[in-house]
């Protein structure tokens, strides 16, 4: 389960403040649902496309540019030959890369794909013409190229996203919080999800989301990826409420199947 | 213009639609060879996925299929799953799901009619002139998707990928507090939403009819149905939303890698056209009264009008969820409905073996899924029919017949009428990420 991932460094080749970068969005396997949580800014959207030159973003504009990029979103996971070529591609292209999102951060839940032998699930939904439709093991996007800056989470939270996007506009090393769900959790005075009786994975799991799900009566999925290195009271979670092993590996599996063994 | 006489256009990855979707339309000495709208998604198998998962996890997973239709999706979710297990949802429970598909079709429709369909009718690439063109109006368009949003964050927690809604009801129940906070939020929404309607009247579409079947929930209720009813047709046919598959009837056409549907005739229509159409009577009075201003009746075979439905339908739902919140500001709720599930380690519901179905009205059309699940409420098999699936063979239609009307109107305004005639379907792409059905084996 462990998802150590390096500590994020500033990239190379960051633009300057004062030019006007080139943006773009691209998306892979993936919902699309964290695009759109661009389009749920509001009015602060214009500011935000006051300040970048939005060139490709397929979902929303027609526009299209032939150019180098100087931010790049990805959005999605990688699950296919032409989907691995496209995104080498674009990093090729791309002076900083941002993995946008869950299924671009750790796979998502994409990667649930990978608990299954692949021809038995490719066949299982498309029948003996499954061939038609490529389909490879579920990849994160680092797993397939560099990536500059994460932007965790199943969707993706809105303040977040101004904070990545204000340190990459800027060239600033941006670090993902690695303290878990549950510090969150705490400042917003929930009531354990153990002590009501469910497993949640917030012991495990990233903060950085606001402990959103929890703050509306629902578990933490572990959507956001796996803490460094999970605390010695998440252990103690596990034995104080006499969890099964295989229960929690089962539930992070949701969204960090791809990352599974990775150190 | 003179008739174009050769042809061969390739649309890679149609904009401004969610998902990827190719055109390829091929023209030989003024014949037409090929008109093909193709889906080329990413395939993400997610009824293969949902296998060995509990029932209680569907929801989470299956809104997870798309971003737009998440709420749409959970939805329909969480009725299969009750259906499979035998659950009776409260009545409080089903009128705050109401409420929450009044807010989907709201924040969809609302995106669809001005960011992603107005710009082909006021001739730019996409909403980023318009910023600069129509400023007031694109402000007052994503001051109304936020308050939508806002709505949908009181409710289920977020618009994308809802939190508090389950199998077997609400982990979260909106406060008194929150129930006039999104009573606030709509009434402020009444004078945008006026100056964008106005906008939408003056939207002129492309004047193209094809006959075709156009199918839809239907009920013996006064209300016009979007949660519960039976399957219906415009060619008389009902069904129970069991039935489904008699509705949806996928086949393989071997001009294509897609799995196509159709009931009585050639090809069936999905969405708010099709709703329109066999629902109009139930509209709220003030929908019908916009409809009747647009001079907009059923049953209308234009596919582009499926863009006005859609502004009719704005108005339905934000009458309607205005209504449901102060009937419950009047009845208050009932709290000691909240449940906390997870995956159900405390038996807060009753589980047995079964096979449900949820159908849904979804903004772009009728939605199924179905789960069979063993005695301990893990999947076995699942099944998920998708309105845009529903459609690509009724666009293929179409296109077969407005392509030659548009023949002598050069290749660029081809191009952008093709693109626009599948815009107008509002496809979900991603959605569609199966095309191929499930066999269920027992």
Redesign the interface.
Known sequence: MKTAKKPVKTPAKAPKAAAKPKVAFF???????????I?????L??DV?GAID?VEF??????KWDGDYDVVFIEGSI??HH?EERLKKIRARAKVLIAYGACACTG???G??N??ELDE??Q????K?YK??D?TATKAVDQVVKVDYYING??VYAPEILEVVKHALRGLPYTVPDNPVCAECKLNENVC?YE?????LGPWTKAGCNS??V?????C?GCRGEVKNPAKNANDVISKYNLKPE?IKG?FD?YNKCKEGVK | MATVKDLDLKVEYVTRVEGHGNIVANVKNGKIEKCEFHVVETPRLFEGMLRGRSIFEAQHITSRICGICSCGHSLASVKAAEDALGVTPTEQTVKLRKLLLDYEFLDSHILHVYLLAAPDVLGVPSFIPLIASHNKTVRQVLRLKKAVNDCCDILVGRHIHPITMIAGGWTKLPSKKEIDAQIKLLEGMAEDLGEVLKLAKTLKFPDFHRKTEYVALVSDDAEYPLLNGDIGSTEGKRVSYKDYKKSTNEFVDPRSSAKFSKWSGDSVFVGALARFNLNAHKLHPKAKALAKELGFKPVCDNPFMNTVAQVVEIVHCYYHALEILKDLKKTGLDYSQQLTVGVNEKGAVPVRAGDGVGSVEVPRGILHHNYVTDKNGMIKQANCIIPTNQNVNNIEHDFAKFLPEILNEGKDKIRLKLEMLVRAYDPCISCSAHYLDVTFVE
Not at chain 1, 27 to 34: N, P, R, Y
Not at chain 1, 124 to 127: C, I, L, M, R
């Open positions: 998306d892979f396997a993936s919902c699309e649902g964290c695009q759109l949580q389009t749920n800014l509001g009015e959207l214009l496309l939005v397929r979902e929303a504009i027609s526009e699950g296919d989907a998502g839940v994409n649930m794909k608990s299954f699930i490719r299982s939904v498309y029948g013409d038609l439709f389909s199943c969707p999800m009501r009786g469910v497993a949640c959103w799900c703050n509306n009566g629902n578990i999925y229960l539930k949701m």
